[in-house]
């Protein structure tokens, strides 16, 4: 088993920016646990993007009971034969996301809601946000082909962008590791990909936003 420096990674970004692609090699190469989200089984999330206005409490708080409830089964269960866990999105994403887009009433209400159950569950040892422009995410959303995210807008991915930055900032008891990769391609790169996992995998980080550009 190989040993790091942690026992509970989280791989995060923003719409398109390859977290989960980099979550599975990084679980299949170090046989880590992985825990990806289950986003495509939500049946809100095409009618999101063709009515957000109408459908983005619903979708919000049934992301919430989803993740929560994969997150708290997962985490608990410890396997001997794997070094560690690999998540590709972590709890705080119901928060982030949800500023974006509810309602100042319905955010309030939510906002209750996640501070309640948010507290029952553990927090990562390295926290990873991949950092693309919006350019590029918008290339890998249209490269990739979900026909639901083709009409997401520039303005809502600035938005997520800004929540998970703001997020990071307010946090001072996590370790955030802020990795620029628009001049890399870890996917499909493999010299790329083995830089990315020695930046997160062989150094240590303090607490709060460490930031580094590969």
Same mark, same amino acid.
């Given at each position: 088993?190989?040993?790091?420096?942690? +026992?509970? @990674?989280?791989?995060?970004?923003?719409?398109?920016?390859?977290?989960?692609?980099?979550?599975?090699?990084?679980?299949?190469?170090? +046989?880590?646990?992985?825990?990806?989200?289950?986003?495509?089984?939500?049946?809100?999330?095409?009618?999101?993007?063709?009515?957000?206005?109408?459908?983005?409490?619903?979708?919000? @708080?049934?992301?919430?009971?989803?993740?929560?409830?994969?997150?708290?089964?997962?985490?608990? *269960?410890?396997?001997?034969?794997?070094?560690?866990?690999?998540?590709?999105?972590?709890?705080?994403?119901?928060?982030?996301?949800?500023?974006?887009?509810?309602?100042?009433?319905?955010?309030? @209400?939510?906002?209750?809601?996640?501070?309640?159950?948010?507290?029952?569950?553990?927090?990562?040892?390295?926290?990873?946000?991949?950092?693309?422009?919006?350019?590029?995410?918008?290339?890998?959303?249209?490269?990739?082909?979900?026909?639901?995210?083709?009409?997401?807008?520039?303005?809502?991915?600035?938005?997520?962008? *800004?929540?998970?930055?703001?997020?990071?900032?307010?946090?001072?008891?996590?370790?955030?590791?802020?990795?620029?990769?628009?001049?890399?391609?870890?996917?499909?790169?493999?010299?790329?990909?083995?830089?990315?996992?020695?930046?997160?995998?062989?150094?240590?980080? *303090? *607490?709060?936003?460490?930031?580094?550009?590969?």
């Amino acid at each position: 088993m190989i040993k790091t420096n942690f +026992n509970f @990674l989280v791989i995060e970004g923003n719409i398109g920016a390859g977290k989960t692609s980099l979550s599975k090699k990084i679980s299949e190469q170090f +046989n880590s646990k992985l825990i990806l989200e289950q986003f495509a089984e939500n049946p809100f999330l095409p009618k999101f993007y063709k009515n957000p206005r109408r459908y983005s409490f619903q979708l919000e @708080l049934s992301f919430l009971a989803d993740r929560y409830y994969q997150l708290k089964n997962e985490l608990t *269960k410890r396997d001997l034969f794997q070094s560690f866990i690999t998540t590709d999105y972590y709890f705080t994403k119901s928060l982030i996301f949800s500023q974006t887009t509810l309602k100042d009433d319905e955010y309030k @209400l939510y906002r209750k809601i996640f501070n309640i159950i948010y507290q029952s569950l553990p927090k990562p040892d390295l926290y990873v946000y991949l950092y693309l422009s919006i350019e590029n995410l918008l290339k890998n959303i249209k490269k990739r082909g979900r026909k639901y995210e083709q009409k997401i807008e520039i303005e809502y991915l600035e938005k997520i962008q *800004k929540g998970y930055f703001d997020y990071m900032k307010q946090q001072h008891d996590i370790s955030f590791l802020l990795i620029d990769t628009n001049g890399i391609d870890f996917v499909n790169n493999l010299a790329d990909y083995e830089l990315i996992v020695d930046t997160i995998i062989n150094k240590k980080y *303090k *607490k709060g936003i460490n930031r580094v550009i590969l």
